[in-house]
């Protein structure tokens, strides 16, 4: 039976499927580092009962940049890790953009670690909770046992326990974190981490060059 | 033979499947290609990971398994054996069940599909089809 069958055909078969693959493959990590740049008609309103996210930078900064994101998405986190250090320290800090967080909850298991945020909010630890959650996101999602983790976080960036316990156990803020959720998702947005920048907006992370050059852009615009 | 070689092919098919929902899940690729719309959904509910990795991580060497075990049973000595046949239906029949498992979640508990979830799940049911026929009709084959 074996010999019916061309070996060579077999072997050219594996070979059209090893090309194929790796060229998907390749085309979709390639596809802008990971990401696609779309121009939207005018920045998306905040409905009154959706949060608009949490800012840091100046008021006056000429450019804002909408960051959705969810805790639980491996390119967030890279993101954070990889190009949040220099975005702040060389765009928000210098005033040139303004940083806006939104978080955008993917699913039931994204709302924990967004309300965590939003209770070490309250007390004024909100970026301080982003970076423990974006940068330990293997942990917690791995641990099994993440609301104890979100715990110890809050207690490291100097958060009154208690008042976060109280918070946590409330689920103070489980309402507007859906409602978030539905207003993102009604203005098109469906994958994290999403950035609207000026009229553009740019799916899956992006390098900082990339993020700055579109600053640049956006800014050049407004004026 | 035939069925090992398409075995092979489709083990193929699904590891390379398995590598992109692996390297997306490590942050390594952009949005999910998804025609679904509950890819994301699927792919970062808690139940994408198991014992701290990737579920697709585990697809991945599962396909990889498979497929090294058909290229294996394709070489001379191992040609005339039944020994590769058999492997290749015990593992494709862990990979059912444990595929069954994840389409499961994704209709009852996670209320959402991941489209290469359900070709991983597709190729993996169509290998161990094909891998038992082979087998079943294995006397036939070699007389």
């Given at each position: 039976m074996a010999g019916q069958v061309n070996m060579k055909v077999f072997y050219g078969v594996l070979g059209a499927i090893v090309v194929i693959g790796a060229g998907a493959l390749w085309m979709a990590r390639s596809s802008a580092g990971g990401s696609v740049t779309q121009i939207i008609d005018a920045p998306i309103p905040v409905g009154t009962s959706a949060f608009a996210g949490y800012v840091m930078g100046?008021?006056?900064?000429?450019v804002e940049i909408v960051e959705h994101a969810d805790f639980t998405c491996g390119a967030c986190s890279n993101f954070a890790i990889l190009q949040g250090p220099d975005v702040k320290r060389r765009l928000v800090e210098t005033g040139v953009a303004r940083w806006r967080f939104r978080g955008f909850a993917?699913?039931?298991?994204?709302l924990l670690p967004l309300h965590a945020a939003a209770c070490a909010a309250e007390q004024g630890r909100f970026w301080e909770m982003h970076d423990s959650l974006m940068f330990n996101q293997r942990d917690w999602i791995g641990s099994g046992q993440p609301l104890k983790e979100f715990r110890d976080y809050a207690r490291a960036v100097g958060a009154d326990l208690g008042e976060y316990d109280t918070c946590m156990e409330e689920g103070r803020y489980a309402a507007r974190i859906r409602v978030t959720r539905d207003e993102i998702a009604a203005s098109g947005i469906h994958s994290t981490p999403t950035f609207d920048i000026g009229n553009m907006r740019v799916l899956g992370a992006i390098p900082f060059d990339s993020v700055r050059t579109l600053v640049e852009k956006a800014a050049a615009e407004a004026r | 033979m035939i069925h090992r070689m398409t075995a092979a092919a489709l083990s193929l098919i699904g590891f390379f499947v398995a590598l992109y929902l692996s390297l997306w899940k490590l942050g390594l690729m952009g949005p999910l290609v998804c025609s679904t719309g509950g890819c994301e959904t699927v792919q970062l509910s808690?139940?994408?990971?198991l014992l701290g990795i990737p579920v697709a991580m585990y697809g991945l060497a599962g396909f990889a398994l498979l497929f090294l075990v058909s290229i294996a049973g394709l070489q001379g000595r191992w040609m005339e054996r039944k020994g590769p046949s058999v492997l290749l239906v015990v593992l494709s029949s862990i990979g059912v069940v444990f595929a069954a498992y994840l389409t499961y979640l994704e209709a009852a508990v996670i209320h959402a599909w991941c489209q290469w979830c359900i070709v991983c799940a597709v190729t993996i049911a169509t290998i161990f089809i094909v891998s038992l026929a082979g087998l079943v009709r294995w006397p036939r084959v070699t007389a």
């Open positions: 100046s008021d006056t900064a000429p993917l699913h039931e298991s994204s | 808690q139940y994408s990971v």
